[in-house]
T-cell receptor
């Protein structure tokens, strides 16, 4: 089955910098979602982008989707220490089930 | 409006015992999904249920694992005769027809 793959696996930046994470997938999708997971906690839904959308914004988050390249990116601008977490992309695979990537572990250094 | 509830949050079982994980979906949601997360990995789909029906169990191990979502009460993920490899975080999500909302997870430790 398809699986999203995040790149990089780990990212460490200074507070205030922008963080960019990428996700690639293998088959056609209806939508792609990004989630955040703080260490040892549940998942928080960040943003959903549909296959007919190219870009979406939510606060400091910007998500792009390129269906021709089967890839998506998540940009967090003006990062804060509280953004430290793992970030996962998830694609639908029919019947509404989600297929998650391995995640990007983001560390924001004060 | 309470979110997805899972209990217990932490569960310790000895090898060979049974583990029962509960999930109460958000109010008005009739779709429930179970996912498993091993350390340092992403979530893996296990099973998708609607009230009294299993819709997709393609991610469930063939033995020892079962799930139900009865007409009344929470969804239950049951693991019989647990082994060390079952140690993981188990997440439940619910939806009405689109976006899935996740619970806080149950962390199962098998000793």
């Amino acid at each position: 089955s398809q699986q999203g793959e995040e790149d990089p696996q780990a990212l460490s930046i200074q507070e205030g910098e922008n963080a960019t994470m990428n996700c690639s997938y293998k088959t056609s999708i209806n939508n792609l979602q990004w989630y955040r997971q703080n260490s040892g906690r549940g998942l928080v839904h960040l943003i959903l982008i549909r296959s007919n959308e190219r870009e979406k914004h939510s606060g400091r988050l910007r998500v792009t989707l390129d269906t021709s390249k089967k890839s998506s990116s998540l940009l967090i601008t003006a990062s804060r220490a509280a953004d430290t977490a793992s970030y996962f992309c998830a694609t639908d695979e029919g019947a509404q089930k989600l297929v998650f990537g391995q995640g990007t572990r983001l560390t924001i250094n004060p | 409006n309470a979110g997805v509830m899972q209990n217990p949050r932490h569960l310790v079982r000895r090898r060979g015992q049974e583990a029962r994980l509960r999930c109460s979906p958000m109010k008005g949601h009739s779709h429930v999904y179970w996912y498993r997360q091993l350390p340092e990995e992403g979530l893996k789909f296990m099973v998708y249920l609607q009230k009294e029906n299993i819709i997709d169990e393609s991610g469930m191990p063939k033995e020892r694992f079962s799930a139900e979502f009865p007409k009344e009460g929470p969804s239950i993920l049951r693991i019989q005769q647990v082994v060390r490899g079952d140690s993981a975080a188990y997440f439940c999500a619910s939806s009405s027809q689109g976006e899935q909302y996740f619970g806080p997870g149950t962390r199962l430790t098998v000793t």
